[in-house]
Structures are given as structure tokens and as C-alpha cells.
């Protein structure tokens, strides 16, 4: 069973849209694990059926005992969040403003406040509607993503690949290059770089890419909409080359992604040339998979 | 010589984690005794944010001579071991801890 993480560094490159692709292309073989969770998209795409549906817990929230507390106020003065307003005479714990540190907890006097883990959303197992298996999450409001959440998502993605017997688990992976994205990188076999030729996308790519560098994870790049901008184009070619990462495919900018999605389609359910491209593109990933 | 590594179990025929930060357990072997010791890190694991340094920070307490994992630590977690005199070799992907052993023995890892 081989790992492939899709990262884009940048937001807005077409990540999750070539990600969904992928993983219609790769059909029963695959199972999919939506690691995105901030800005989860993928379901729209591969409309899961959201048949298993599990609690996520995550950090930590500050409760204040009424019974036990003074009204010193020390609590509300030294949280840095201002989180502990005084409303109609109680002090009390604002939970979208609490980060879970826990320094109210040192200070109180009277050990009137104690911390309990918060949930922050659910982990869903889904069928999809290629007759794949999709690990994904939604977050409650104000929660974050975190390298915890992606591992458990990932953790149960490749579970369930051992189990059904699956070749791959396509990950969609996370914007940036913080801690839900080193988190996704571990243990993956192969990362697909989705890039377009603008300053910040080249500028993610590079910062992505010594990420990945230090993990030692071979790597191709897809430069999609490559012909908004022929010169960036050309630098991010010349990028891949210096860096030995497998220049994967070249998708010209297409109105057509985004009628596929406005149809809850991926691009490569349409009649279209990106659909040849990707294919394409998904056959050099298996080959390289198999390769080393 | 003290030789750890990222594991997901606890014996010699566990499988190796690639993970440095969230490994589920660190398994130190001593060469001199022959014993195995076991370090559950799964309150790292739990941890939201931080794992790589929170684990780095446990290796200073275990203060191994060597340590064979996957991936290898994230930048950040790296830099905190920097002060740490201790050889990290990497790539154990998928061995068990005796297979892992071995190819350090052999000088089939890559020291980073």
C-alpha cells in the first residue's frame, strides 16, 4: 500500500480539485483521506455518504466552578485572550476566545478552575460515490486543524487500506508548511506538488518543497493553469529540474474545472483535455511509485 | 551505546514508526546490558500542536547515543536536538526494530 500526500503550499492552485481527480481516477483502489480539515472540500467533490461519525477531541478548555470561586478576578486580569469576561456577576469562560493554556488554572487562588479536553468536531468514514472509502472531519466552530487531527485521519485512512487491501491512500493535504502538514508527511510514499506559475506559487513551492526535501519523499509537481503565465512557467520548470522532482504534467487554464464543479463533478468526469492530462499524470505517479 | 527508535510497539519484532514527534513509543536498547526500555509517548501523540519538540525534549531526558527513525525530525524538533550528542539515522520505513538494528549495524542507514 503506497501513500501519496497532495500539497500545494499556496492556496487556490486547484490542490483539491486535482486531489478529487486523482481519487476518481484511482477508483476502488484507493482509499481517500480529506486532511484539509480547515477548509474541508473534498466531500463536495466525492460525495460521501458520512455513513460512520466518531467525536474528535482536541486541546483543552478552561471551566470555572461558580461554587468555588471568589470573584478575585485574578483569572480574568491575567488571561492574555481575554477570555474570562465578568457577565451578570459571574466570571466565565468564553469558549471561542480560550486557547487551552491553562495559566488561569496556576493562578487562581482557590483552584476554582480546571481544564477539560474540548471536542472539536467529528472524524466521518464515508463511502463515496466511486465506491471508495473517504476518511474526512469537520470542525465545530472556532476549532483549528492540528497535527493530531491529520494523523488521526491519516491513521485511519491507512487502516482501512491494510484492511480492504487497497494499493493507495491519496491524501489531500493542507495549505502552508505548519504542523498539519509535516504531520501528513510522515510515512507517505510520494508527494504530488500542485503549483501555477504567479510569484506566490513558485514562492510556495520552494518553501513546500524544503519541507519535503528534509523527509526525503520523492516528489513530482503538476503546474496547473500553465498558461496564465508562460515566464513563471519556464522558472518553475527550471525549479523542478534543478531539484530532481518529476515535472508531472503541464494543465492549461480551463473555465470547465469550474463548471465541473459547480455539477459536484471533478474534471475528469468531463470530455476535456485536463482529463487526458491528469490521467496522464496519474499513470507517471504509479510508475514512479513502482519504480522505487 | 544507547540505541533508540521510533516505534509502534514495544518488542524487538514491532514495526518502526516513520514518525519522529508523534511515534507512539520510544524503544532505547542498551547495548552494554542487552535490555530493552520502553517509553510511551502517546501523551505526545495526543498533544495538538508541538509533538516534534515535545518528543525531542524527551530525548534529552533519555539522552540515547544513536537514534534510528523514518522520516527523521522536522525542522524545529532538529534544531532542538542540535545540542544533543547523538547520531540520528534515517529511513527505517516499514522494518521491525531488529531489522532496523541490523541495517544500522550493516551501515545500510543514512545518517543525517
Known sequence: ????????????????????S?????????????????????????????????EF?????????????????????????????????????????????GYCQKVCPTEAISMKSRKSGYVYISNTKVNSTMVHARLDIGAENSG?????????????????????VIVDGSPGIGCPVVSSLSGANYVVLVTEPTVSGLHDLERIYSVIKR??????????????????TDEIIEFLRKENITHLSNIPFDIRFTKAMTEAKTIVELETLPKYLIKDAWFKIKDELTNN | MKIA?????????????????????IVV??????????????????EAHGAGTATAQKMYEIKPNVLITGNGPGETAATALKNLN??????????????AYESYRNGALTEI
Not at chain 1, 484511482?26 to 466518531?54: I, K, Y
Request: with cysteine; aromatic share 8%; net charge negative.
Open chain 2, 5 to 25: 527508535f521510533t516505534s509502534t510497539g514495544k518488542t524487538w519484532d514491532s514495526i518502526m514508526d516513520s514518525r519522529f514527534g508523534r511515534t507512539e513509543f
Open chain 1, 148 to 168: 493530531k487531527l491529520v494523523a488521526k485521519v491519516k491513521n485511519e485512512a491507512k487502516e482501512l487500506a491494510k484492511q480492504q487491501n487497497k494499493s493507495f
Open chain 1, 57 to 101: 477531541y482536541s486541546g483543552e478548555l478552561a471551566i470555572i466552578d461558580q461554587n468555588a470561586c471568589t470573584q478575585c478576578g485574578v483569572c480574568s486580569e491575567k488571561c492574555r485572550f481575554g477570555a474570562i469576561p465578568f457577565i451578570n456577576n459571574i466570571f466565565i469562560v468564553n469558549p471561542l476566545s480560550c486557547e487551552g493554556c
Open chain 1, 215 to 232: 523527509f526525503r519523499i520523492n516528489a513530482g509537481c503538476i503546474i496547473n493553469k500553465f498558461d496564465i503565465n508562460p515566464k513563471k
Open chain 2, 29 to 46: 536498547y542498551n547495548e552494554e546490558t542487552k535490555e530493552l526500555e520502553v517509553v510511551d509517548n502517546s501523551a505526545v501523540k495526543n
Open chain 1, 22 to 54: 486523482l481519487a476518481v481516477l484511482a477508483g476502488s483502489e484507493a482509499v481517500v483521506a480529506d486532511c484539509d480539515v480547515d477548509a474541508a472540500n473534498m466531500h463536495l467533490l466525492m460525495q460521501p455518504d458520512f455513513a460512520l461519525s466518531s
Open chain 2, 86 to 99: 547523538m547520531k540520528i539515522y534515517v529511513d527505517a520505513h516499514n522494518l521491525t526494530l531488529e531489522q
Open chain 1, 1 to 20: 500500500m503506497k501513500e501519496i500526500v497532495v500539497l500545494s503550499g499556496k492556496g487556490g492552485t486547484g490542490k483539491t480539485s486535482i486531489t478529487a
